[in-house]
């Protein structure tokens, strides 16, 4: 069912398969909250989807929403975003009722492309939830317009009319840069170009790819074609973070998503990961984390989940 042996164990929803074969190779797929619970139940365990991002907009009711080791909790009128591939659980409140809206992630590179990067500060390769009454007065005035917006897009999505895909797509970039200016903002925004944005993205690959073998920075370079210095520049400038920290980051986020979705052991998990020695996993580890392996388990057990 997955694409990569680390996500084996997490089951991937194609939601045109799983759920509704007309549309199988869909980029955008829309449906209200009520007929998705109804069909796959209100308490949703561990899952993702693999190149596809997903957005949940809770219109009234409570949602509980557990994103790799993140755990958010809000009430409606909110929403949450998914970043793609990343595994997710959540439970709704039978009263719960909304909208759930899946976008393949390469229109929102498309987006990111043409300058939603250089306008905002924008990481849709996180978890965003945005609550409507936790926004300050200025901000609260723009959430009429994602409410209509979702509108539109039901509206659209039911009736067949002529330019329905385009509209489609358009209400969506629409949506996805009003979410952009909503979400909290982690650094001051920096020009990208398109040529940094496009090796970002296969550096990015590359380091989906290959994390676990613990390459050294120059095998990526040769395969980017490109010199270390020009991939630490176009890191710095797009992420604001170094091509090693990139890498540990996601050995890191893998670790933090295996400890808390699975009882694989430290041991297990160090040789899955591509470690040899457990003691050093265990060092790097806390060196990132500034805790033990052990410690954020405990912290992170879906039974003791507390508000983020």
Same mark, same amino acid.
């Given at each position: ?21 007309? &549309? ?10 009520? /007929? ?18 997903? #957005?949940?907009? #809770?219109?009234?009711? /409570? ?14 009128? !909110? ?29 929102? @590179?498309?987006?990111? =492309? ?18 409507? $009454? ?8 723009? @959430? ?10 039901? +509206?659209?999505? &039911? ?45 990015? $690959? ?13 095998? &990526? ?24 920290? +990139? ?8 670790? =933090?998503?295996? +400890?808390?979705?699975?009882?694989? !052991?430290? !041991? ?41």
């Amino acid at each position: 069912m997955s694409d990569t042996r680390h996500n084996e164990w997490i089951p991937n929803i194609i939601l045109g398969q799983d759920y509704d074969r007309r &549309y199988l190779d869909a980029p955008i797929h829309y449906d209200v909250l009520e /007929n998705l619970a109804a069909f796959y139940g209100r308490d949703m365990p561990v899952h993702r989807h693999a190149q596809y991002l997903q #957005i949940h907009y #809770i219109d009234r009711g /409570n949602i509980s929403f557990h994103i790799d080791d993140k755990v958010y909790r809000a009430q409606g009128p !909110s929403l949450i975003l998914t970043p793609p591939s990343v595994p997710h659980s959540f439970l709704t409140e039978p009263e719960a009722c909304g909208h759930v809206l899946t976008i393949h992630q390469s229109i929102a @590179w498309q987006l990111l =492309k043409d300058g939603l990067q250089q306008e905002m500060d924008t990481d849709l390769n996180r978890g965003i939830c945005i609550v409507r $009454d936790e926004l300050d007065e200025e901000q609260r005035l723009q @959430w009429p317009l994602i409410t209509q917006t979702f509108r539109n897009l039901k +509206l659209e999505w &039911y009736r067949e009319r002529p330019a329905k895909r385009l509209t489609l797509h358009t209400l969506v970039r629409l949506l996805l840069i009003q979410i952009s200016r909503l979400s909290p903002k982690q650094a001051e925004s920096t020009t990208v170009n398109n040529d940094d944005l496009r090796l970002f993205r296969h550096f990015s $690959d590359l380091i989906e790819e290959h994390f676990r073998e613990h390459l050294h920075l120059p095998v &990526y370079t040769q395969s980017l074609g490109i010199s270390e210095s020009r991939l630490h520049q176009t890191c710095q400038r797009v992420s604001n973070r170094s091509p090693k920290k +990139l890498i540990h980051d996601r050995i890191i986020q893998e670790t =933090k998503r295996l +400890l808390v979705f699975t009882d694989l !052991s430290s !041991s297990d998990i160090c040789y899955q990961l591509g470690f040899s020695d457990p003691a050093y996993f265990s060092r790097f580890f806390k060196r990132h984390t500034g805790m033990t392996a052990q410690h954020f388990r405990q912290q992170h057990k879906r039974d003791n989940w507390t508000t983020t």
